[in-house]
């Protein structure tokens, strides 16, 4: 008796509540098209670069740093940020960094020489830093958790990953079709339209009280974030050992540890101690570092097999690298179904484990163009399993927090992504050129990215699995100790 009257009395609510607004439908497109358009920029110069060497006069040495001062940059700043949207406002710095964003664009693209071009990259990083935190914050305040939040971050995680494979297809398009400056460009236009419609359409977030900016605290977090940054790229281009990435990396280690020790004593902390030893947010964001470095790194060793022993052009490698970006979007769309079924912590496993498989599989390409079927179907399959574990990365690290620490559990998470897309690729390419040693040619090329690609999937099975040992199950995650 009591069983047939609460089911009828249960299942009306559950319809609205999983239905998003017309105007929620406003928000979420808007966002979304400035996260994916952050999410290309990432990637759009990369098939570029020696276009806009020859271009500008860049030496072959020093073409790394137009993608090492956007990083930089992007992942330095990104936690200080995120505690600045919320003491201005989310929307006021989201539309702030989208205007910064789109003027930056149009001093790239106007560049006539190395230095003007360096200093565009760098307030694009800046914008960057600025605009994917407020942005997020705006997107888990617009969403109250549950149903419509995981559905949200599910596309928003995969329209940024799309955004990464998109980038280096349009990177090669635009390169060959018009010019690399068409790469800045392409930006303008998508910025005014996101600066014209935000006022009316998002509604500002922030907190009841407007904290105070713990300066010590973001002076060591950005240095610290800022050297470790620059000490991956060290590594990936002169070595782990070389004197500058050892300072780099121990002074960058040396300041994180600061933070940790000047946010204990901070009257009002970048980050309270307390957000630091949640499990959800220790655990949560380990996974999803785990999950950029991997994938991120996974393009740049399929793009050395492709172009190095398949003998691909960069638009061609491009174009392979499509059938990831359908995968992404896929797992994207099942993410947050995912975990509205199975919880965040299966979810992250099952991503893992599928990502991990996906990967190993490709242990055996080999040197004939045949292996090409095995390299879409395993990056289709890892492209899923991928953003499963960012999905359930994203709701796990900005769950059970209020409102008003959203734009700190954004930008964490945010730093977080940032931090594994840089570390990746120096990680893998070092490996690589250890297990080739002096030879060279397809075949010793093969032979690096195959044993990369091992300590890759490696790498993601061991996330998965710490993930679902210690990631507590719903309800349980208040604290890591």
């Known amino acids: 008796m009591s069983t047939s009257s609460t089911a009828p009395a249960a299942a009306p609510p559950q319809a609205p509540a999983v239905r998003m607004t017309g105007r929620q439908k406003l928000v979420l497109v808007l966002l979304l098209g400035a996260q994916f358009m952050i999410a290309v920029d990432f990637s759009i110069l990369n098939v570029a670069l020696p276009a806009v060497g020859e271009g500008l006069g860049f030496s072959l040495s020093h073409l790394q740093w137009i993608a090492t001062s956007f990083a930089l940059a992007a992942a330095g700043f990104t936690l200080l940020f995120g505690r600045v949207a919320d003491l201005v406002g989310r929307k006021r710095l989201f539309m702030g960094g989208m205007v910064v964003l789109g003027l930056s664009s149009v001093l790239g693209g106007l560049a006539t020489s190395p230095e003007v071009l360096l200093a565009a990259r760098v307030l694009q990083g800046l914008a960057t830093a600025a605009v994917t935190p407020a942005g997020l914050a705006l997107l888990t305040t617009a969403f109250k958790e549950g149903p419509l939040r995981e559905r949200a971050l599910g596309l928003n995680g995969a329209l940024m990953s799309a955004g990464f494979t998109a980038g280096a297809i349009l990177g090669g398009l635009l390169t060959d079709l018009l010019s690399w400056r068409w790469a800045f460009f392409v930006n303008v236009p998508v910025a005014a339209l996101v600066v014209a419609l935000a006022p009316s359409v998002i509604t500002d977030s922030r907190p009841a009280e407007r904290p105070k900016l713990d300066v010590p605290g973001a002076a060591t977090v950005t240095g610290g974030l800022l050297l470790l940054v620059f000490g991956l790229t060290q590594a990936g281009e002169s070595g782990w050992t070389t004197p500058t990435t050892l300072a780099a990396l121990l002074a960058g280690a040396a300041l994180l540890a600061a933070f940790w020790f000047v946010e204990k004593r901070a009257a009002a902390p970048l980050v309270p101690v307390r957000i630091l030893r949640r499990r959800s947010v220790i655990w949560g964001n380990a996974t999803g570092l785990i999950a950029f470095v991997t994938e991120t790194s996974l393009v ?182």
Do not use: C, H
């Not at 990056?379 to 499963?388: A, C, E, P, S």
């Not at 091992?454 to 309800?475: D, K, T």
């Open 300 to 481: 740049f060793l399929l793009t050395l097999y492709l172009q190095e022993v398949l003998g691909y052009s960069p638009l061609a490698t491009g174009l392979a690298f499509g059938v990831l970006g359908i995968g992404t979007v896929a797992g994207g769309m099942l993410g947050g179904r995912a975990v509205g079924r199975f919880g965040n912590r299966r979810t992250i496993v099952l991503g893992g484990v599928v990502q991990a498989v996906a990967t190993l599989s490709l242990v055996a390409l080999g040197t004939s163009g045949g292996w090409i079927l095995l390299l879409l179907a395993a990056t289709f399959v890892g492209g899923v399993g991928n953003m499963l574990m960012i999905v359930g990365f994203m709701v796990t690290a900005t769950s059970g927090l209020p409102d008003e620490e959203q734009g700190l559990a954004t930008g964490l998470a945010t730093m977080t992504q940032q931090v594994g897309i840089t570390l990746g690729i120096p990680v893998m390419s070092a490996i690589v050129t250890a297990r080739m040693g002096t030879a060279t040619g397809p075949g010793a090329v093969l032979s690096g990215v195959s044993t990369a690609v091992l300590v890759n999937a490696a790498l993601v099975l061991a996330g998965a699995l710490l993930a679902g040992a210690f990631l507590g199950r719903p309800g349980k995650q208040a604290t890591a100790g």
